[in-house]
């Protein structure tokens, strides 16, 4: 089983960056496909990005060109680098860890962003 800590949330203004690190302990990282999912007040929680282990990724249309997922395998961490950011990208940010091989979700607990003048 995985344990997963994000980092990196805090308040931003419209246009700026951010970078979101979660890091992975307690079992084998490569064998998980790793995400960020996000979830604004009032609703779901959303898919953002996501990486293989081999380094394959694809993104919700709304942060494409926006937002880059990367993964160091050596460090047990994914990262989210956010720019460009729009008030609409503000939410609670969660870090997803999906094992291949039984399919099972863990997530982590979650790390505010807010994008606001």
């Known amino acids: 089983q995985v344990q997963l800590v994000e980092s990196g949330g805090g308040l931003v203004q419209p246009g700026g960056s951010l970078r979101l690190s979660c890091a992975a302990s307690g079992s084998t990282f490569s064998r998980y496909a790793m995400g960020w999912y996000r979830q604004a007040p009032g609703n779901q929680r959303e898919f953002v990005a996501r990486?293989?282990?081999?380094?394959?990724?694809n993104y919700a249309n709304s942060v494409k060109g926006r937002f880059t997922i990367s993964r160091d395998n050596a460090q047990n961490t994914v990262y989210l680098q956010m720019n460009s950011l729009k008030p609409d990208d503000t939410a609670v940010y969660y870090c997803?860890?999906?094992?291949?091989?039984?399919?099972?979700?863990?997530w982590g607990q979650g790390t505010q962003v807010t994008v606001s003048s």
């Open positions: 997803n860890a999906l094992d291949v091989y039984t399919g099972h979700n863990y």
């Open positions: 990486i293989a282990s081999g380094g394959s990724t």
